[in-house]
């Protein structure tokens, strides 16, 4: 073992240190959101609610999950229930968003 | 390479397959989750369109402290297990590291439940359970929180079998009956357990913001 003692424990400190970058990004946006909620913006609220929602998970997906380094096969794994839940969510309000229109 | 052909099962031949193998079965559940809270969220998506208001009325009786508060707990648990699961995977012999990280991540699951527990008394104080004795007039309110006590309550069952998952291996972790370092089933939990943080990041805006700003 050619590593000395203190490798290990500056290898945890860089660990942590990526990872609090990421927390941190999680907390500002949860703040973020919470804040935008209570600005009277009409249907805005419910979007920029979402799309924060979007980048949360976006963050969780490819940092904490490690889909951005993860192999192909693994991210076509991942892919697929998004894929079907977009076809889902597309085809049902096909339908319901029709019946409101006049 | 000791620890690694301890850690080998069968029927893979090399570690390296068997990690890949056990990250795509875990990644196909997972999809497979998405889907079934996909399927919730969209009931949710279709009763709100055509109610608007009654769901802005509802969203605003929940309770935005206990709801801000326990996102931030998902939050800082899924930062506890990414650390335990890259620690593992550094192969550093982060033994102590991991087994902390394991314990806060559990230690914050149980957190998130026991906030839960305070915020569905006051619901159920508030009489914001769907029935003879409901506390809105708007009917469509009445659909919000029957899908709230749902989903919610799915999403307890989730984190609380994640929370089982996770004390298991800090337990054999601690007890040495399990190597901690390089285990692929460190990874597998925790990409469990970050889905079941990622939906509630999607319910969150969902129950505890509509209505907020009206």
């Given at each position: 073992?050619?590593?000395?003692?203190?490798?290990?424990?500056?290898?945890?400190?860089?660990?942590?240190?990526?990872?609090?970058?990421?927390?941190?990004?999680?907390?500002?946006l949860l703040?973020?959101t919470?804040?935008?909620?209570?600005?009277?913006?009409?249907?805005?609220?419910?979007?920029i609610g979402l799309a924060v929602a979007a980048a949360k998970a976006a963050?969780?997906?490819?940092?904490?999950?490690?889909?951005?380094?993860?192999?192909?096969?693994?991210?076509?794994?991942?892919?697929?229930?998004?894929?079907?839940?977009?076809?889902?969510?597309?085809?049902?309000?096909?339908?319901?968003?029709?019946?409101?229109?006049? | 390479?000791?620890?690694?052909?301890?850690?080998?099962?069968?029927?893979?031949?090399?570690?390296?397959?068997?990690?890949?193998?056990?990250?795509?079965?875990?990644?196909?559940?997972?999809?497979?989750?998405?889907?079934?809270?996909?399927?919730?969220?969209?009931?949710?998506?279709?009763?709100?369109?055509?109610?608007?208001?009654?769901?802005?009325?509802?969203?605003?009786?929940?309770?935005?402290?206990?709801?801000?508060?326990?996102?931030?707990?998902?939050?800082?648990?899924?930062?506890?297990?990414?650390?335990?699961?890259?620690?593992?995977?550094?192969?550093?012999?982060?033994?102590?590291?991991?087994?902390?990280?394991?314990?806060?991540?559990?230690?914050?699951?149980?957190?998130?439940?026991?906030?839960?527990?305070?915020?569905?008394?006051?619901?159920?104080?508030?009489?914001?359970?769907?029935?003879?004795?409901?506390?809105?007039?708007?009917?469509?309110?009445?659909?919000?929180?029957?899908?709230?006590?749902?989903?919610?309550?799915?999403?307890?069952?989730?984190?609380?079998?994640?929370?089982?998952?996770?004390?298991?291996?800090?337990?054999?972790?601690?007890?040495?009956?399990?190597?901690?370092?390089?285990?692929?089933?460190?990874?597998?939990?925790?990409?469990?357990?970050?889905?079941?943080?990622i939906?509630w990041i999607f319910l969150y805006p969902l129950?505890?913001l509509?209505?907020?700003?009206?």
């Amino acid at each position: 073992m050619s590593d000395a003692p203190d490798t290990p424990r500056k290898t945890a400190w860089q660990l942590w240190r990526r990872n609090l970058v990421i927390w941190a990004a999680l907390m500002a946006l949860l703040i973020l959101t919470l804040v935008v909620a209570y600005l009277p913006l009409g249907p805005a609220n419910t979007a920029i609610g979402l799309a924060v929602a979007a980048a949360k998970a976006a963050l969780v997906l490819m940092l904490f999950m490690e889909l951005a380094t993860s192999p192909g096969l693994v991210r076509l794994a991942a892919i697929a229930g998004l894929v079907f839940v977009t076809i889902l969510f597309t085809l049902t309000f096909a339908d319901v968003l029709s019946r409101y229109i006049g | 390479m000791s620890e690694t052909s301890v850690l080998l099962k069968e029927p893979w031949e090399s570690f390296e397959r068997q990690k890949e193998a056990g990250k795509f079965g875990i990644w196909l559940f997972l999809s497979s989750e998405v889907l079934f809270f996909g399927a919730l969220l969209l009931t949710y998506a279709v009763y709100r369109v055509g109610n608007v208001h009654a769901f802005a009325a509802a969203g605003r009786e929940t309770n935005i402290w206990y709801g801000s508060l326990n996102t931030a707990i998902l939050l800082t648990s899924s930062l506890t297990m990414a650390v335990a699961s890259q620690a593992a995977a550094a192969k550093s012999g982060f033994r102590r590291l991991i087994i902390g990280c394991l314990v806060a991540t559990a230690a914050l699951g149980v957190a998130f439940l026991v906030v839960k527990g305070f915020e569905y008394r006051e619901d159920i104080e508030k009489h914001l359970v769907p029935g003879g004795h409901f506390a809105l007039k708007q009917p469509a309110a009445q659909l919000f929180f029957g899908l709230y006590w749902l989903v919610t309550g799915i999403h307890a069952v989730h984190l609380t079998i994640g929370i089982g998952m996770v004390a298991r291996l800090a337990v054999l972790g601690w007890r040495r009956r399990r190597e901690l370092d390089e285990n692929p089933e460190l990874e597998v939990t925790g990409l469990y357990w970050h889905l079941v943080d990622i939906v509630w990041i999607f319910l969150y805006p969902l129950i505890y913001l509509p209505g907020r700003a009206g």
